[in-house]
């Protein structure tokens, strides 16, 4: 058990650590993350008038509240649409910025200009002007990956010309406002003199603008990201990279964010339509089913703790379990600890991997309500899916059916720790003691 484990570590330590390190500080996947985070709160306020929009009650209740409800929805559904219209449905605006901002500070350029910057180059592709109307069309999920593309470009192009000091360069005493609308006037001219005809050539030779040609490239890893392999694939990494230490939730969800919120606008027209949703993997399937008290769905570890035979683990049960409700476990990973523990190893990678199975196995069975909103990462598992899912009830029952499975895998493994522990402790005690004894008979 020991080599097993001498392997194991040394396998982290020697591959999977310095891949992770590498990966996790990449300037483009930190601004892509940025550009989500940025993106966020506009998002989720969107997402939230699905609720008023769309009220969980059956077409044809009679209920007095529920009926008003449903009438009212319907009778004022274009006013309501407009909140969500504009944050939610021109998320792209917010993501392109975001990430602009976050790639000129990295690059040392102006913040703002920068993030401008590509806002423009994303416009510039994604948003034709025809009759005096701008089509909203991948202003959305269809254009996430558009936004994505074209905010790094623009702001490498743009680095690339400071670095190499073609830019206009204004005497010092001009103000420090002026001298940057001058300094990005280059970078301008040159991602309009080189995205523009590129999209045209693109029109012509598909029939497609960029984001539309982008999107049909891309369908085929777009369906395999909201697929079980992809779903226990994304949590395993997540797992071994938390295990040795390494923030794995950021690297995942970098990677998993434009999947997922085109995925997630996808659902959202479909409900918005009255269809079938058509995906089932989305940030708040992995937030509210995979991360229960966060990574490694530790929230009934944090129970279990309160009631363990080791003073030690009480205390971090004790300190753990409020903040666990919000999905903050970092007081037990580090203190009971997880990381690096290879007692605790196997129950911290295959909890989430079978919550995953479960979870998908009840939607694909028609048993559990999909994801249409997105949530704040913190909000309570239970209440979180619920919302997630526009207040079913069922996502509520998975969740309670996910922490039971959870504390059944963690309990054995927890009483071995535990029982190691109080045999170090009193191995511990008895070398103390000891000597006491020899100097006692010596005497």
């Not at 030690?312 to 753990?320: D, E, P």
Request: hydrophobic letters at 55%.
């Amino acid at each position: 058990m020991s080599s097993l484990y001498q392997s194991m570590i040394t396998v982290i330590e020697q591959s999977i650590t310095p891949l992770a390190g590498r990966l996790g500080q990449q300037k483009y996947v930190i601004a892509i993350r940025d550009g989500f985070t940025a993106a966020l709160p506009f998002m989720i306020i969107g997402s939230f008038m699905l609720v008023f929009i769309f009220p969980p009650f059956s077409a044809d209740t009679t209920v007095g509240f529920a009926r008003a409800w449903l009438d009212f929805s319907t009778e004022y559904r274009e006013q309501l649409m407009l909140p969500f219209n504009l944050s939610m449905g021109v998320m792209t605006f917010f993501i392109s910025v975001g990430i602009g901002a976050s790639l000129g500070r990295q690059f040392n350029l102006d913040p703002v200009m920068t993030g401008l910057l590509a806002f423009m180059a994303f416009l510039l592709v994604a948003a034709p002007y025809k009759d005096g109307t701008i089509s909203t069309q991948y202003l959305s999920g269809q254009g996430i990956f558009t936004a994505l593309i074209t905010s790094i470009y623009s702001s490498r192009v743009y680095a690339w010309l400071k670095q190499h000091k073609i830019t206009i360069r204004l005497p010092k005493e001009v103000p420090t406002g002026v001298a940057r609308s001058f300094e990005i006037l280059i970078p301008v001219l040159v991602i309009i003199g080189t995205l523009h005809p590129l999209n045209l050539f693109i029109e012509a030779q598909t029939g497609m603008i960029m984001p539309q040609a982008i999107m049909h490239l891309l369908e085929p890893l777009v369906s395999a990201s909201d697929s079980l392999p992809a779903v226990l694939l994304s949590v395993l990494l997540c797992q071994i990279f938390w295990f040795a230490g390494i923030h794995g939730s950021l690297i995942v969800t970098g990677i998993m964010n434009p999947f997922w919120m085109a995925n997630l606008s996808a659902n959202q027209a479909a409900l918005a339509a009255g269809a079938a949703l058509p995906h089932v993997y989305l940030q708040g399937f992995w937030d509210h089913y995979l991360l229960i008290g966060g990574v490694g769905s530790t929230l009934p570890l944090a129970f279990l703790l309160l009631r363990s035979r080791v003073t030690h683990l009480r205390t971090i049960g004790k300190m753990g379990v409020v903040p666990s409700f919000f999905n903050i476990n970092e007081p037990i990973l580090f203190g009971a600890p997880i990381i690096m523990n290879p007692m605790l190893f196997v129950p911290f990678v295959c909890v989430p991997l079978i919550n995953a199975v479960l979870a998908w196995t009840a939607t694909k069975m028609g048993l559990l309500a999909q994801v249409v909103s997105l949530t704040p990462w913190t909000t309570p598992a239970p209440i979180g899916a619920s919302w997630a899912a526009n207040w079913a009830f069922s996502p509520l029952v998975m969740c309670l059916i996910c922490m039971v499975m959870s504390a059944l895998m963690y309990l054995p493994f927890l009483r071995a720790y535990e029982h190691s522990l109080m045999k170090a402790e009193e191995e511990k005690a008895a070398q103390s003691s000891a000597p006491m004894a020899e100097t006692v008979s010596s005497n």
